[in-house]
């Protein structure tokens, strides 16, 4: 039974420029959410998508945005990247039925130069 | 706004000793409360979760936590730490219904000495 997966595990990207990253949700879900965590913090909530729609949004600007295909796949797309955006990025999927705990994917290290 | 206060940066444990992680949080009701451990380079892995019922959860790797409604504490417990359990763990409230986001606190990173 595979877990969420992400990719690119690793990202290099200079300032201005626009990156995807993709997750592959656990086996069964149907909802992912998207996460921040910058370099000795905690994850900050991005996004969460279910249905192919955005649900609820944490305090992001617009240059993140996300997409959720109809196999529950999901991207987060940032653009115009700043440096303060090197972080790593988290998914986590769970199942929209009643209190279902999130799992989290191994993340992708973006950093930007 | 919700809040989830990790009081110690930076806990130290002899092998073998027992472990107490704090975890406070602020919030009107009674959130869904996490424990998720992150080892370097690796996402998060849950360890146990509380939505509801007996205050007391059992998790895995024989971690446990005690939900604490007066104290609005949510402590993680292991009566005899290994070696392999340094890492840092994070709390985590959810909040919304079943929708819920996840707000985490700032973590606490565990070293073992042997």
């Known amino acids: 039974d595979a877990g969420v997966t992400q990719s690119p595990t690793h990202l290099i990207k200079t300032r201005g420029q626009q990156v995807t990253l993709r997750c592959s949700p656990k086996?069964?879900?149907?909802?992912v959410s998207w996460y921040q965590q910058a370099l000795g913090q905690g994850p900050q909530f991005i996004f969460q998508?279910?249905?192919?729609?955005?649900?609820q949004r944490g305090n992001f600007p617009d240059r993140f945005s996300g997409h959720q295909y109809p196999n529950y796949s999901s991207e987060l797309n940032v653009n115009a990247l700043l440096l303060g955006d090197s972080a790593l990025y988290l998914c986590?999927?769970?199942?929209?039925?009643?209190?279902?705990?999130?799992?989290f994917g191994d993340g992708t290290r973006l950093s930007i130069l | 706004a919700q809040s989830v206060t990790q009081p110690d940066i930076h806990i130290t444990v002899s092998e073998g000793a027992s472990l107490e992680l704090r975890c406070n949080y602020s919030?009107?009701?009674?959130?869904?409360l996490f424990w998720y451990v992150q080892s370097p380079g690796q996402g998060l892995q849950l360890l146990l979760k509380?939505?509801?019922?007996?205050?007391l959860v059992q998790g895995i790797k024989g971690f446990e936590a005690e939900f604490k409604r007066s104290q609005s504490s949510f402590n993680l417990r292991k009566p005899s730490v290994h070696w392999s359990d340094a890492a840092e763990y994070f709390c985590?409230?959810?909040?919304?219904?079943?929708?819920?986001?996840?707000?985490f606190g700032k973590g606490t990173l565990l070293t073992v000495n042997p």
């Open positions: 986590a999927s769970s199942l929209n039925q009643g209190a279902q705990p999130q799992h």
């Open positions: 985590a409230v959810g909040l919304g219904g079943s929708n819920y986001k996840l707000t």
């Open positions: 998508y279910y249905e192919e729609e955005e649900r």
């Open positions: 919030y009107g009701a009674t959130p869904y």
């Open positions: 086996s069964g879900h149907d909802t």
């Open positions: 509380y939505f509801s019922g007996d205050t």
